[in-house]
């Protein structure tokens, strides 16, 4: 049976990468409406990938016996001023997230939950990704500033990537 406390965090984080899905699909959608259609595709993907972050969690709590608890989440914001305010939003959720994992492999360190430490290794490792991911963005967002062509191009370039990872999703 898993520890009290650890249980209570992973729930915590549950419902913290649920909410990123929630936020991302706000950004997305966002994104659809204001003229940034491969932003859009990207997001809407990316949303997907936070429900499986979710998913993996309550399985694996599911796993150890017990049973994974859906929280409240809060409303998203769901207007932002522009392209580069959104993804500045997301790196600072990013960097919250990783702080919140770390957390949580502090708690399951201290209550001698190695299983659990082990299994979030999976997280540590994604959370780099992600931010590296993010900032990649973000940077080239800033680089392009006001330019409407650039914009154009980065919007380009965020529907390949999600078209990339549908390819490999399918692949997996
Ligand atoms: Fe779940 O990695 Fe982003 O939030």
Redo the contacts with the bound molecule.
């Keep these: 049976m898993m520890n009290k406390n650890v249980e209570n965090a992973i729930n915590q984080q549950v419902n913290r990468?649920e909410f990123?899905s929630r936020l991302y699909l706000a950004m997305a959608i966002w994104c659809e409406s204001n003229g940034f259609p491969g932003a859009a595709g990207f997001l809407y993907k990316h949303a997907e990938e936070?429900r499986i972050?979710m998913l993996k969690l309550v399985h694996y709590v599911a796993d150890r016996g017990g049973q994974a608890k859906l929280l409240p989440m809060e409303e998203p914001t769901q207007t932002y001023n522009t392209l580069l305010d959104l993804f500045g939003e997301i790196l600072k959720?990013?960097m919250f997230?990783t702080g919140s994992i770390n957390e949580l492999y502090g708690i399951a360190l201290k209550e001698n939950e190695f299983t659990t430490a082990n299994f979030l290794q999976w997280y540590i490792t994604?959370?780099v990704e992600?931010e590296a991911l993010f900032s990649t963005i973000l940077d080239k967002i800033k680089l392009v500033g006001s330019d409407k062509a650039g914009m154009f191009h980065i919007d380009k370039e965020l529907e390949g990537m999600a078209m990339a990872k549908a390819v490999t999703n399918v692949g997996a």
């Design positions: 990468e990123s936070e972050h959720h990013e997230i994604e959370q992600e």
